[in-house]
């Protein structure tokens, strides 16, 4: 299942827009860290530290899955178990949908983070597309995909906040919530403390 969609730039991996609608009140703080997780990822790609076009982001049962297209980075969260050939076609109807957009207009003019909302409401549009994976259309996409190679290079998190630590880097998360404070640096404790 989508649970978390941020799209950026990734020039200077600033968020245009997401989509949480599955955000309930007793999911909120764990969905205030992992939209964290998905900016740090963003700002990661912004700065080159991730370069391959398509990734998947191993995070315990979780994954996010990012594609970059066109300056543009498309950033997914899901449960381990959800496709992973669904969901890169997910993050492609939604780069297919901000195609039809006017790129200099929208995109380029944007200067507060989250505020192309209305593109928010397609993303939703779009997810409820992919929640079940058993849909006629869903099961059409894989076996038109199985065979198909999926170019895709998957890596842990810890590997991430490990070279960003090996280069020096500790940034602080910027949240109004003292409890979501904590360096970019120690996801992995954030959530180990959680359980």
């Given at each position: ?61 979780h ?11 498309y ?21 297919k ?21 209305g ?9 409820k ?6 849909t ?11 065979k ?15 070279r960003?630590q ?21 996801f ?8």
């Amino acid at each position: 299942m989508v649970k978390v969609t941020i799209i950026g730039r990734v020039e200077d991996g600033f968020p245009l827009t997401q989509d949480q609608t599955y955000v309930n009140r007793q999911d909120n703080a764990s969905f205030l860290l992992y939209k964290q997780q998905a900016e740090f990822l963003l700002t990661q790609i912004s700065k080159g530290s991730l370069l391959h076009p398509k990734m998947t982001i191993l995070l315990d049962h979780h994954s996010f899955h990012f594609l970059v297209e066109k300056k543009i980075c498309y950033i997914t969260l899901s449960d381990s178990s959800y496709p992973r050939k669904l969901l890169f076609h997910y993050l492609q109807d939604l780069q297919k949908e901000l195609d039809k957009f006017d790129e200099t207009v929208l995109i380029k003019t944007i200067s507060k983070p989250y505020s192309f909302v209305g593109f928010g409401k397609i993303i939703g549009r779009i997810r409820k597309q992919y929640m079940d994976t058993r849909t006629q259309a869903n099961l059409s996409k894989l076996n038109a995909l199985r065979k198909q190679e999926l170019h895709v290079v998957t890596e842990h998190i810890n590997d991430i906040i490990q070279r960003r630590q090996l280069l020096g880097y500790c940034v602080k998360m910027d949240t109004s919530d003292d409890h979501y404070s904590r360096y970019s640096c120690s996801f992995q404790s954030k959530i180990d403390y959680d359980r």
